[in-house]
């Protein structure tokens, strides 16, 4: 046992030396407050193409809503967060199940299906503005034909344009999970 930890020791060493070849990360200065806020700024340019699209500020504002119309209905962002990993078209179909069917869940299930399509339109309007087109049909659900049109649009999307829609839906519920657990 002793002569593992020495070969193991040595070799540790090694590595050690090897670490301080390397030539030390510079530093990089944080903006100051008036090229943070200038988009012009020189300093910005290596920004230039990052977006927030504003999903954190979405999320709260489709979490605050859902919350006044029904508390209860502030758990579906744990399952719509789960169901990213679905795909697209699962995601987008969830509001047609929760659609009302019984009378005596009417309101709460109106509620969360409401909660599910508004954050799909949301992710709709998100990914026009970074030029990307997402299917969002009117649906009813006892319309099969419409339903089945819907999903073969969704499945027909590109598939980096499809990876980019789960990735910005995904970041999206993250943020709602996030606000959720703040106001529940």
């Known amino acids: 046992m002793g002569s593992k930890n020495k070969n193991f020791s040595k070799n540790k060493n090694k590595g050690n030396q090897s670490q301080s070849k390397a030539t030390p990360p510079q530093s990089i200065k944080p903006p100051s407050a008036a090229q943070a806020i200038s988009p012009k700024s020189p ?4 920004f230039k193409g990052l977006q927030s699209y504003g999903l954190d500020q979405i999320a709260q504002r ?5 919350k006044k119309r029904d508390p209860d209905s502030l758990n579906q962002a744990h399952k719509m967060r789960m169901a990213t990993a679905y795909g697209l078209e699962r995601f987008w179909g969830e509001h047609l199940r929760l659609q009302p069917k019984d009378a005596s869940k ?7 299906s409401q909660y599910w399509k508004e954050t799909w339109d949301e992710l709709v309007g998100v990914m026009a503005i970074a030029g990307f087109t997402i299917p969002n049909d009117s649906v009813d659900g006892n ?25 910005v839906l995904t970041q999206l519920c993250d943020c709602m999970v996030w606000w959720t657990q703040r106001y529940k």
């Open 43 to 46: 300093e910005n340019d290596k």
């Open 143 to 167: 319309d099969v034909d419409s339903v089945k049109a819907m999903s073969a649009k969704l499945w027909q999307l590109d598939l980096e344009v499809q990876r980019v829609a789960l990735a």
């Open 106 to 112: 009417q309101l709460k299930d109106a509620n969360k």
């Open 62 to 66: 489709l979490v605050l809503d859902a």
